[in-house]
């Protein structure tokens, strides 16, 4: 075995993805709007964008979403819905507590009733 083919234990790092700002991504939607027929492709080319990416900005920025980050949105409740959580899992506790307290009772009075027979 040659020591080229040999298995190379250096792992090659992940490439970074791209991020493009909202200034870039109307730019280049100005730019290909203003393209002559056969120029998009060069565009995109010297860009290193895909047709698909530009379909995406082109409507993002025909409802004037271009500029919006995406990512989850921000709730304003989440202390509450935390406090909520929180209460809920102390009554579960506490439901399950008393459930046992029940049961040991129920157990007991028919101990106590088959001695009184």
Excluded at 53 to 72: N, T
Excluded at 90 to 97: A, V
Aim: proline fraction near 4%; glycine fraction near 6%.
């Amino acid at each position: 075995m040659s020591e080229s083919s040999k298995w190379n234990p250096e792992v090659e790092p992940k490439p970074e993805r791209r991020r493009f700002t909202g200034e870039y991504k109307q730019r280049i939607v100005t730019e290909a709007e203003q393209c002559q027929h056969g120029e998009l492709g060069s565009l995109l080319r010297r860009e290193g964008l895909t047709y698909a990416q530009i379909g995406k900005w082109r409507s993002a920025a025909a409802e004037g979403k271009l500029d919006k980050k995406r990512g989850p949105v921000a709730n304003p409740n989440r202390a509450e819905m935390r406090r909520l959580e929180a209460e809920n899992a102390r009554l579960k506790r506490e439901l399950e507590r008393a459930a046992l307290i029940i049961d040991a009772q129920k157990k007991l009075a028919r101990l106590l009733e088959e001695e009184q027979s």
